[in-house]
């Protein structure tokens, strides 16, 4: 294995502000190709429903089943495939289940009104949306994780029917994905994946029921379909490559911090994993340790990969300068190893979600810790949030005026209605002034 050819940059350098630019602008154009794969299989599945789902899903998912029943996983199969783990595995993912459970039970939102001095009553009333599809990525890994962080959120938000889509090979669905599904209740569990099953749940067949809205993640194509069925259906996002930026102290171990590196940069090739040190000598010494310890790594391709590209060791001044950066970057995650994290944390505006100190490793949070690992990338933590509860929720505006408050409010609306020249508006608020 070649030595890694990480960016090694200092804050000082000449030409930082040019190759620091260069990090951020890390988003690639869109594939024309996969638009247009995507925007013919929508369409396909749209008018043809489960004969379009099976001819793909024979074609692409390498999975025969001979009837569109034959893609739902019975529920019966669901709390065996739980039992049936390895104790160890059991506990692991039940204690994780209860963590995101107990994370997530804090986010629950509930209607509300109060009657202002004119005895209107105003408020908002919160219901939970009737039918969420969760897409969990399959193939050559399982993700029970991602069902959890996806299914929890919806059930705690009430939401009464999930469907879950996920990819299989030969139509055997992996154990732990499905006692995941058994421990966060869901509904229903259908063997497809890719673009056709973004159709399938966003415009239903006469066996995959339509959802108001499609959550998780996925490969570009996955992504691509998520982007052109938003409107007829929610989405959560569409999320880039993963990524971390490490803020360090260089008081911490340098093998710890390389290995956070590494864990975001195993990903995929595209990922991003960038260090911000505030001492030369510790930059040194971390990049010694991905020397070191990438030829340990069984996906050591796909991690230095993603290092040369996307990764960066940065050497800063000070911690302005290094909160300066995070800003401009808005990780997705953000590990503060520093002595004192949470005074600099409250200064950092944009990032998905902050990891404080030095014992908390970012995988923690892709597991087990208790916040959503679902989380927004390539810079939109600048106006996202991590999933939650609440987007698993609607939230309805009541208002109830009495004779009297429609008569106040009604002189205030027809002043700005025709002030607006909408006459009618004016009018129909004028009818309930009292002469």
């Known amino acids: 294995m070649p030595a890694s050819d990480i960016r090694v940059l200092n804050s000082s350098d000449p030409n930082f502000n040019e190759e620091f630019q260069r990090l951020r602008e890390r988003a ?3 594939d024309l190709d996969v638009e247009a794969t995507v925007r013919n299989i ?3 599945v749209r008018g043809r429903g489960d004969n379009a789902l099976l001819e793909y899903v024979h074609r692409l998912d390498n999975y025969q089943p001979k009837t569109p029943t034959a893609l739902e996983v019975p529920p019966e199969q669901f709390q065996p495939a739980l039992d049936s ?5 059991r506990l692991a993912l039940e204690e994780a289940t209860h963590r995101i459970e107990d994370y997530h039970q804090r986010q629950a939102a509930s209607s509300w009104h109060y009657r ?3 005895d209107t009553l105003l408020g908002q009333q919160i219901r939970p949306l009737e039918r969420v599809g969760v897409y969990v990525p399959g193939g050559k890994a399982a993700y029970p994780s991602t069902v959890l962080m996806n299914v929890i959120p919806a059930k705690i938000a009430g939401v009464p029917k999930v469907v879950m889509a996920v990819p299989v090979a030969g139509g055997n ?7 995941a599904a058994s421990l966060a209740r869901v509904d229903q569990v259908f063997m497809m994946g890719g673009a056709h099953a973004i159709a399938a749940m966003a415009y239903g067949t006469a066996t995959v029921p339509r959802v108001d809205k499609i959550v998780g993640p996925g490969n570009a194509y996955v992504a691509a379909a998520k982007r052109m069925v938003f409107g007829d259906v929610g989405i959560d996002m569409i999320a880039g490559p993963s990524e ?4 360090c102290d260089g008081a911490t171990d340098a093998d710890w911090i390389a290995m956070d590196l590494f864990a975001q940069a195993e990903h995929d090739e595209n990922a991003q994993a960038i260090l911000i040190s505030l001492d030369a000598a510790f930059t040194q010494n971390v990049q010694q340790a991905i020397e070191r310890l990438l030829g340990e790594m069984e996906r050591q391709e796909t991690i230095k990969k993603a290092l040369d590209q996307y990764g960066a060791l940065i050497t800063v001044r000070g911690l302005d300068e290094a909160l300066e950066l995070i800003n401009q970057l808005a990780p997705e995650h953000l590990e503060l190893s520093i002595e004192d994290p949470m005074p600099f944390a409250k200064h950092v505006h944009h990032a998905g979600a902050i990891f404080l100190g030095r014992y908390t490793a970012e995988v923690l949070g892709d597991y087990c810790a208790g916040p959503n ?3 927004p990338t390539s810079g939109t933590a600048r106006f996202s949030s991590p999933l939650g509860v609440y987007d698993f929720q609607k939230r309805t505006s009541l208002l109830m005026c009495t004779k009297q408050g429609a008569s106040n409010l009604g002189k205030t609306a027809a002043i700005l209605a025709r002030g607006e020249g909408l006459t009618a508006h004016a009018r129909s608020a004028e009818f309930r002034i009292k002469q």
Do not use: F, K, M, Y
């Open 28 to 30: 690639r154009a869109d």
């Open 42 to 44: 929508i369409s396909d």
């Open 85 to 89: 783990l390895p104790e160890t595995q």
């Open 116 to 118: 202002d001095v004119d």
């Open 173 to 179: 669905i992996d154990n732990l994905v499905l006692a």
């Open 244 to 247: 971390v930026v490490v803020l």
């Open 373 to 375: 690992h679902v989380l």
